[in-house]
């Protein structure tokens, strides 16, 4: 690779170069023609092939340029930095010569670095030409198109080091790592047995009919609720499988002082002044030269307090920037998508231009120091490689979450498998995307309220890779309220729909037409996911309706059909249940199970809202946006402060009617008073014990009586509102540098506290699973 010097006094120039020795030098020269350059005295620059290979030999060697930053940029300890290879080491960069570099930036200029903030005249680039003029001076001597010669090999240089070669080792012991490799072999078990519970459901139904002359309406109703409630553990077992594709994602870091430029914009829309701040603080502390990477703070929220601060902060952060955009009634400002997207055109203005990498982060997401060197070895190892992104991790999580705000099966489970198979999403906070990429698809789209989802599938069917770094780089905060959780999770599923409307489901398209097999499977089956929930809440409110019907939610022709449905329910769920404890490895096996919970008891809010959003008109209520409660709240409930939180009837006066969780509680009573009048029905008939057992059994307790954990899950919001967690100050979460004032998270806050709550949902599945274990063995004396 090349390197270009500046000669203080000469006006030649040399470039040094590996390989075939390419050397050439560029010669200052200036017209005597006074008629045309006697006004501006410019200088113009030439380039002289045959003069060039003349003087080959002659070239003096030209000493490297001394560090040129001011002293506000004071080296920091970097653990796994080292200094920056120079020419005189056989390691030399051209890293910022460009065909889009601007014209006459400062990366010319010695005074100023690359990003810093501060003013130059156009006359201070002296003799010393700009990237781009540079460039054009150098074309002539590669015979080859430039920019394949100005590509560089990172790894070759030795800028990137390679830690270990899993991005998440450490995180999951040896022996749970190995367990977790029998999950896909347990969920084609799994689906195996499954599918043959509802063949015999469906064949011993049809000769039920043939035998009796008659129909059985609610047992086909009952087996559809059977589908449709098991459909979410189909697509899940399906992913399983794909464990035994490995991924290769080595845990990287990028070295030295030679690094790419990066703007890092940091959105924020009214969240707290502090909150923001720490953010912007952890960010401009992290290791990365601060002469290459800008931080911008795009406030759509116009909050005076936050601009105050982020300018005084400037006074110690020269590469820190303030900004927000001007939005003016009656024209669309597209939320997240438009805010980053008007960063992107300021930093076009800002000292030194655009730089070659966009990083983006959420106003409550705190990097870790070694954020931005673990994810940009990935990009610089692919050049197709687009867009690479961390999980997002949280602090704030309460004691046994029983909301299920973490992410943590997304993160641990979902999208290391989808990675392995090319489709990591980004997940919206924390990645870093090439610039010339994005800005081939558009910039960030418009238009719908999931742009992170849409912009790394955009990548996607452009043909470009994204990655997935599977290592805890950034921890932010859930939401902490229950209002606020509804808006952020129906606004992920609206976005998800609006963003596969747009893209077609991913199945046709110019958007989409690079994309593989598996990545078009992947973007369907997350948007089918979102729009099953209306399916979902149907199949529930089927339930209670079959079991007041006193109808035989189970039909059969004899009893030997009867025992084999009954061995087939037992098998399906002891694999289920197997699976579940091998595949929630990583995440925790409470978190997998709160997380189908979660899927209950949400779907009547997700429904609602993809409903008003996608189905009703305008006339009848329709309107796209997240969930939004009726009536309007004076003060906030602060149900996670056990000394300033609202009182009991209050919180459920809010929750209940607000947030409309009345629904829930009526869906409750609903389906117990539906298994109540089912067993009572079986105990008064005039029947003898056995035949009173096997009424019971065919209708409200056919195993593993999934009305148990339904009505569990229902019960959710209720019991959140008359014990909510107590959570402590956000300030007793993190730890605070005396020197510096960043903020990063305690060890103990980056883990979900203990819960008695937890074992309390577990018994509901141990009472299915045994119920289910005891009839399987009665069946063996009994039938």
């Not at 015999?200 to 047992?219: C, D, E, H, N, S």
């Not at 020269?318 to 024209?331: I, T």
């Not at 994810?375 to 490689?385: A, F, N, T, V």
């Not at 593993?704 to 209720?718: D, E, G, L, T």
Request: net charge neutral.
């Amino acid at each position: 690779m090349a390197s270009i010097r500046q000669v203080d006094e000469d006006p030649n120039l040399s470039v040094e170069g590996e390989g075939d020795s390419i050397q050439a030098t560029r010669r200052r020269a200036s017209t005597e023609d006074s008629s045309s350059d006697s006004k501006n005295h410019s200088l113009a620059w030439t380039e002289d092939t045959a003069v060039a290979t003349e003087q080959l030999d002659a070239i003096e060697k030209v000493e490297p340029l001394a560090n040129t930053r001011p002293e506000s940029y004071s080296d920091v300890y970097r653990p796994t930095g080292r200094p920056p290879l120079r020419s005189n080491g056989g390691h030399t960069s051209l890293q910022d010569l460009y065909a889009e570099s601007p014209e006459a930036t400062p990366l010319a200029t010695p005074s100023a670095p690359w990003l810093s903030g501060r003013g130059h005249s156009p006359s201070s680039s002296g003799f010393t030409p700009t990237p781009a003029r540079s460039q054009e001076c150098l074309k002539p001597l590669f015979p080859t198109r430039l920019s394949s010669y100005f590509d560089r090999d990172w790894v070759k240089e030795g800028y990137i080091s390679q830690i270990h070669d899993r991005d998440d080792h450490g995180q999951l012991p040896s022996w749970k790592r190995y367990c977790y490799y029998l999950a896909p072999f347990l969920a084609v078990a799994t689906l195996a047995t499954y599918w043959i519970y509802f063949a015999l459901r469906i064949r011993f139904v049809l000769a039920a009919q043939a035998k009796y002359g008659t129909t059985y309406p609610m047992a086909w109703v009952f087996i559809a609720v059977e589908i449709t409630v098991a459909v979410p553990v189909f697509l899940q077992m399906i992913w399983a499988v794909f464990i035994l594709k490995r991924r290769h994602r080595p845990k990287l870091r990028l070295l030295g002082d030679d690094v790419p430029t990066v703007d890092v914009l940091i959105t924020c829309c009214g969240e707290d002044v502090d909150v923001v701040l720490d953010t912007t603080r952890a960010t401009c502390h992290v290791d990365y030269p601060r002469d290459k990477f800008r931080v911008v703070v795009l406030d759509d929220g116009n909050d005076a307090e936050l601009r105050q601060a982020v300018e005084n902060m400037r006074e110690i952060y020269e590469n820190l920037h303030y900004r927000c955009r001007p939005k003016y009634p009656g024209v669309p400002h597209h939320f997240k998508a438009g805010n980053l997207n008007y960063g992107l055109e300021e930093v076009q203005s800002m000292p030194g231009g655009a730089s070659q990498f966009v990083a983006a982060l959420d106003a409550d997401m705190i990097p870790e120091s070694e954020w931005l060197r673990a994810i940009m070895p990935h990009l610089l190892k692919d050049s197709k490689m687009a867009l690479a992104c961390p999980p997002q991790l949280f602090y704030n999580v309460p004691p046994s979450d029983p909301l299920c705000q973490s992410l943590d099966f997304f993160v641990h489970i979902s999208e290391p498998i989808k990675d392995a198979l090319g489709v990591a999403w980004c997940t919206g906070s924390g990645y870093i995307v090439r610039r010339d990429y994005l800005q081939e698809i558009g910039n960030f789209p418009t238009g719908s309220l999931a742009e992170d989802v849409a912009t790394s599938t955009k990548l996607l069917g452009k043909g470009y890779k994204t990655a997935y770094i599977h290592e805890p780089l950034q921890y932010g905060t859930v939401p902490d309220s229950y209002g606020s959780h509804l808006k952020q999770r129906t606004r992920w599923a609206i976005g998800t729909v609006e963003t596969s409307f747009k893209l077609k489901f991913c199945l046709y398209g110019e958007d989409v037409r690079k994309m593989t097999v598996f990545q078009r499977f992947s973007s369907f089956t997350y948007a089918v996911l979102s729009l099953f929930n209306i399916f979902l809440l149907l199949s529930l409110f089927a339930l209670p309706v079959v079991l007041i019907s006193g109808n035989a939610l189970v039909a059969y022709a004899n009893e030997e059909q009867l025992f084999w449905l009954i061995r087939a329910c037992f098998a399906t769920l002891v694999t289920n249940r197997l699976c579940e404890l091998v595949l929630f490895l990583p995440a925790g096996y409470a978190t997998g199970q709160r997380g189908s919970r979660a899927q209950l008891w949400m779907s009547p809010y997700i429904a609602f809202s993809i409903i008003r959003s996608f189905v009703l008109p305008s006339w009848l209520g329709g309107q796209k946006q997240a969930f939004k409660p009726s009536g309007s709240l004076k003060s906030e409930l602060n149900e996670r402060d056990a000394s300033a939180r609202a009182p009991l009837f209050r919180r459920l006066r809010v929750v209940v009617w607000n947030y409309m969780a009345g629904f829930h509680i009526a869906y409750v009573y609903f389906v117990l008073a539906a298994v109540a009048l089912s067993t009572m029905r079986c105990a008064a008939d005039g029947w003898s014990v056995r035949e009173r057992l096997v009424c019971l059994l065919t209708h409200a307790y056919w195993p593993p009586a999934a009305w148990i954990v339904v009505v569990s899950a229902f019960w959710i919001p209720v019991a959140y509102a008359v014990d909510p967690p107590a959570m402590p100050a956000r300030e007793a979460l993190l730890v605070r540098d005396g020197k510096t004032a960043v903020a990063r998270p305690t060890p103990a806050s980056k883990t979900t506290a203990f819960r008695p709550q937890t074992a309390l949902f577990e018994l509901e599945y141990f009472v299915s699973t045994a119920l289910t274990a005891l009839v399987f063995a009665a069946s063996l004396f009994w039938l």
